[in-house]
């Protein structure tokens, strides 16, 4: 039996009618070559959905739901808008008055926030004659020791309480490289954000986590130092990654 | 049901949808800022026209067709799509290297981000949103043969891109 390809592609999206469908699935079962061809649309179909399905878990951003959730009447003036510059300006103006409430800020706390991690005691005990953590070479601080070992093969999904980094978020940064954004346990938590520079991990910012008093659960968040959360803002294109995405630039060994 | 109650509903059927709308957006737009503003756009133009909604047609392919119409409109009124094409194609070659090409992954976004824009759209449509053809086809607001025949080929170029890897799963 011939069969078209777009007919095997309506098949596999459930677009032919009862009759069609019907002759297509007794075909399949005399037909090896065409059960292959079968099988080609529906894997690829479930692969670009799975590859998107991440993104319907992404927080919205507040505006867009306050956009939704206004009537029309309240949105006066601001319904007449047709152009990007104009819903640009209205972010740029909702920003500015709520100061700290920037929209790529909101959601990249949002998933810091979902992102839970707990401390354990002191690494310093742990750590004790192994190789330095941060290393000063040519003029820039690189990540050494545990804390490389840590920022190249931990993944947030897999990391234990216990352990002596804590990886917050990982992301890609506007030119291209990797980056994560750790924390040490101990008693001053140091925290820092360090991105892939060929085979070394260079610290870009190193402070203190901002609740050093503190113990036990909280969010990856509120373990990055506010010059931390700076330091992401600034590089971070588009979102951090979720745990695919992390497993997938690990795999790659943080290249892109 | 009075009206008050269905205005209400719609504002909360919109909210649910916008994961799936911003989803849409981006694969319009590509830049994640603009496909928010779009976004943003579109829901503020539905919300005026709620009394267009037929309440026995699929809202979210209304919405879809809203967003899909935001952005011809921008890239219109700004005749700015070849700058933006041009600029974003550039970067996407970045990282497709043939030295590194056996061992390069190419993520299901990257390809995508490689085909036409109208290939795209019905891709993202049918097989990322699930629309039937009929629906997605009205979104676009092309005959179902035209549609169809989108889908087909960006298949065609997605599986070309992205190996055999695309026929495990």
């Given at each position: 039996?011939?069969?078209?390809?777009?007919?095997?592609?309506?098949?596999?999206?459930?677009?032919?009618?009862?009759?069609?469908?019907?002759?297509?699935?007794?075909?399949?079962?005399?037909?090896?070559?065409?059960?292959?061809?079968?099988?080609?649309?529906?894997?690829?179909?479930?692969?670009?959905?799975?590859?998107?399905?991440?993104?319907?878990?992404?927080?919205?951003?507040?505006?867009?739901?306050?956009?939704?959730?206004?009537?029309?009447?309240?949105?006066?003036?601001?319904?007449?808008?047709?152009?990007?510059?104009?819903?640009?300006?209205?972010?740029?103006?909702?920003?500015?008055?709520?100061?700290?409430?920037?929209?790529?800020?909101?959601?990249?706390?949002?998933?810091?926030?979902?992102?839970?991690?707990?401390?354990?005691?002191?690494y310093a005990?742990?750590?004790?004659?192994?190789?330095?953590l941060v290393?000063?070479?040519?003029?820039?601080?690189?990540?050494?020791?545990?804390l490389?070992?840590?920022?190249?093969?931990?993944?947030?999904?897999?990391?234990?309480?216990?352990?002596?980094v804590h990886?917050?978020?990982?992301?890609?940064?506007?030119?291209?490289?990797?980056?994560?954004?750790f924390a040490l346990s101990g008693a001053v938590r140091p925290s820092g954000?360090?991105?892939?520079?060929?085979?070394?991990?260079?610290i870009?910012s190193l402070g203190q986590s901002?609740?050093a008093?503190?113990?036990?659960?909280?969010?990856?968040?509120?373990n990055?130092s506010?010059?931390t959360?700076?330091?992401?803002?600034?590089?971070?294109?588009?979102?951090?990654?979720?745990?695919?995405?992390?497993?997938?630039?690990?795999?790659?060994?943080?290249?892109? | 049901?009075?009206?008050?109650?269905?205005?209400?509903?719609?504002?909360?059927?919109?909210?649910?949808?916008?994961?799936?709308?911003?989803?849409?957006?981006?694969?319009?737009?590509?830049?994640?800022?603009?496909?928010?503003?779009?976004?943003?756009?579109?829901?503020?133009?539905?919300?005026?026209?709620?009394?267009?909604?037929?309440?026995?047609?699929?809202?979210?392919?209304?919405?879809?067709?809203?967003?899909?119409?935001?952005?011809?409109?921008?890239?219109?009124?700004?005749?700015?799509?070849?700058?933006?094409?041009?600029?974003?194609?550039?970067?996407?070659?970045?990282?497709?290297?043939?030295?590194?090409?056996?061992?390069?992954?190419?993520?299901?976004?990257?390809?995508?981000?490689?085909?036409?824009?109208?290939?795209?759209?019905?891709?993202?449509?049918?097989?990322?949103?699930?629309?039937?053809?009929?629906?997605?086809?009205?979104?676009?607001?092309?005959?179902?043969?035209?549609?169809?025949?989108?889908?087909?080929?960006?298949?065609?170029?997605?599986?070309?891109?992205?190996?055999?890897?695309?026929?495990?799963?």
């Amino acid at each position: 039996m011939s069969v078209s390809d777009e007919t095997l592609m309506a098949f596999a999206d459930g677009e032919l009618d009862d009759a069609a469908r019907a002759a297509i699935e007794s075909a399949l079962k005399e037909d090896p070559e065409l059960a292959k061809r079968v099988a080609r649309h529906v894997a690829l179909r479930q692969r670009v959905r799975v590859a998107y399905s991440s993104e319907l878990r992404e927080p919205v951003p507040q505006r867009l739901l306050d956009a939704a959730r206004r009537s029309p009447a309240q949105a006066g003036p601001a319904t007449n808008i047709v152009n990007l510059k104009d819903a640009r300006d209205a972010r740029q103006r909702e920003a500015a008055a709520s100061d700290v409430a920037a929209p790529r800020w909101r959601s990249l706390a949002a998933i810091a926030a979902s992102v839970v991690i707990g401390f354990g005691l002191g690494y310093a005990s742990r750590n004790q004659g192994a190789s330095p953590l941060v290393r000063s070479a040519d003029g820039a601080l690189t990540a050494g020791g545990s804390l490389a070992t840590a920022l190249s093969t931990q993944l947030v999904a897999g990391q234990s309480p216990g352990s002596a980094v804590h990886i917050g978020v990982s992301f890609l940064a506007k030119d291209g490289e990797y980056c994560r954004t750790f924390a040490l346990s101990g008693a001053v938590r140091p925290s820092g954000l360090a991105c892939r520079h060929g085979e070394q991990w260079r610290i870009e910012s190193l402070g203190q986590s901002n609740d050093a008093a503190g113990s036990g659960y909280r969010t990856a968040a509120t373990n990055m130092s506010s010059q931390t959360l700076k330091a992401v803002e600034e590089r971070i294109e588009g979102e951090a990654l979720d745990a695919a995405g992390e497993a997938e630039a690990l795999h790659k060994n943080w290249r892109k | 049901m009075n009206t008050s109650e269905t205005s209400q509903n719609i504002h909360e059927e919109i909210v649910l949808l916008l994961p799936r709308l911003r989803r849409f957006a981006r694969n319009l737009v590509r830049n994640p800022h603009d496909a928010d503003d779009v976004v943003q756009v579109a829901v503020e133009r539905a919300l005026t026209r709620s009394d267009q909604w037929r309440s026995e047609a699929r809202l979210d392919s209304w919405m879809f067709k809203i967003v899909r119409n935001a952005w011809i409109d921008e890239v219109r009124s700004r005749g700015r799509r070849d700058k933006v094409f041009l600029g974003e194609e550039a970067g996407e070659n970045v990282g497709t290297d043939p030295i590194e090409g056996e061992m390069t992954i190419m993520s299901v976004q990257t390809a995508m981000a490689k085909l036409p824009e109208e290939q795209r759209t019905a891709i993202s449509l049918v097989l990322i949103e699930g629309l039937p053809y009929k629906e997605a086809a009205d979104v676009l607001e092309v005959p179902i043969g035209t549609l169809t025949s989108r889908l087909a080929r960006g298949r065609e170029a997605l599986q070309a891109l992205l190996g055999p890897e695309g026929e495990q799963v």
